[in-house]
């Protein structure tokens, strides 16, 4: 079938497309969230499938090879996006700035279903200040539970390389978070300053 594209066979193309789309909107749904943008990065993966056939050279699975260009795509869309950690704040939604505060207050209760979703939905944002390659890997290795063979596999790094990105994307994560603590009890103590004057 994969000749048979390579020769023109428009039909055998679409086939293609047809028994992958599924593995490939499940890569792009790990980054992306919009139906839309999702879409539009289904269509560029199999624009860059097509154009690139001639050079697949039947080593490996022709679906890990679909794979790489998905990953590699997304890859590269997240590093053309503009990161704006100062406006973190701000797009806290209640549930996680109060979350935040007991935090803070070192009265937070975790292992609710309610906080697990907050705290997930914390993480992703946290994620999405990362650059792209941090993200990446920690979506693959923390998120999705892939071994440091199969991210090896899907974005064609050596498995050294995956592990160091790794550990200083973790860090990262983490000084991230704390930021984000400190940025948060600044922005309590202003305000109850603020509401203390005008009760004056």
């Not at 803070?104 to 705290?119: D, F, K, M, Y």
Request: charged share 30%; hydrophobic share 35%; with cysteine.
């Amino acid at each position: 079938m994969v000749g048979q594209a390579r020769e023109g066979d428009d039909t055998a193309f679409e086939e293609i497309v047809r028994r992958h789309s599924g593995r490939v909107f499940k890569v792009i749904s790990r980054f992306f969230r919009g139906r839309s943008q999702v879409e539009d990065m289904a269509q560029e993966v199999f624009l860059r499938v097509y154009t690139q056939l001639s050079g697949y050279e039947g080593r490996g699975s022709f679906e890990g090879w679909i794979t790489r260009i998905a990953t590699n795509t997304c890859l590269n869309e997240l590093r053309t996006q503009k990161r704006h950690p100062e406006s973190l704040i701000s797009d806290l939604t209640l549930d996680e700035s109060l979350w935040l505060e007991q935090l803070t207050s070192q009265n937070a209760v975790g292992g609710s279903p309610e906080r697990n979703v907050i705290l997930s939905d914390l993480s992703e944002k946290l994620l999405g200040q990362l650059p792209a390659d941090d993200r990446l890997v920690l979506t693959l290795l923390d998120g999705e539970e892939f071994s440091v063979k199969e991210v090896a596999e899907m974005t064609g790094w050596s498995q050294a390389k995956i592990k160091v990105k790794a550990f200083r994307a973790r860090n990262r994560m983490k000084k991230l978070f704390k930021e984000l603590l400190s940025k948060r009890q600044r922005s309590g103590a202003s305000k109850k300053k603020g509401a203390a004057r005008i009760n004056e």
